[in-house]
């Protein structure tokens, strides 16, 4: 049996953490959609216990909601992450003061705000993807 010694620093448990993806909300079903299936994908890949959506306006759940969900899953820090191209007044405004209310809210969890998927380099490889399909169905 392994006991640790005096220069052995005991493993950190890392914190239960949900991911709280958030996209903007559309009153079209089919525009939705897509965050659906790809909270559906993150459940299946394990790397995240708790993984919801939620929607900006139009559309429940609502930011709020989808965090009381986290929470009473067990999480103990949720990430928001904006499911947005760039940070404009919803993510520098709206996200910022959402994150900002549910510490309030629940100051038991650690939320914090990712950065939207702006200028992440795969969006890069993404874009060139879609335009070589356009220019193949000419």
Do not use: W
Request: glycine share 4%; hydrophobic share 40%; net charge negative.
């Amino acid at each position: 049996m392994h006991s640790p010694s005096e220069n052995e620093e005991p493993e950190a448990v890392a914190p239960k953490t949900a991911l709280l993806l958030i996209a903007h909300g559309s009153r079209e079903e089919n525009a939705n959609a897509d965050l659906h299936y790809l909270v559906e994908q993150l459940r299946q890949n394990g790397r995240y216990a708790i993984v919801v959506a939620s929607f900006l306006e139009l559309v429940e759940p609502d930011i709020e909601q989808g965090a009381e969900r986290c929470v009473a899953l067990g999480a103990e820090r949720v990430i928001l992450l904006p499911y947005f191209l760039s940070a404009g007044v919803h993510v520098t405004r709206d996200l910022t003061e959402a994150c900002r209310k549910l510490t309030a809210q629940h100051p038991q969890v650690e939320f914090r705000l990712a950065e939207p998927l702006g200028r992440h380099p795969l969006l890069l490889q993404i874009v060139t993807e879609r335009a070589r399909r356009a220019e193949k169905q000419l």
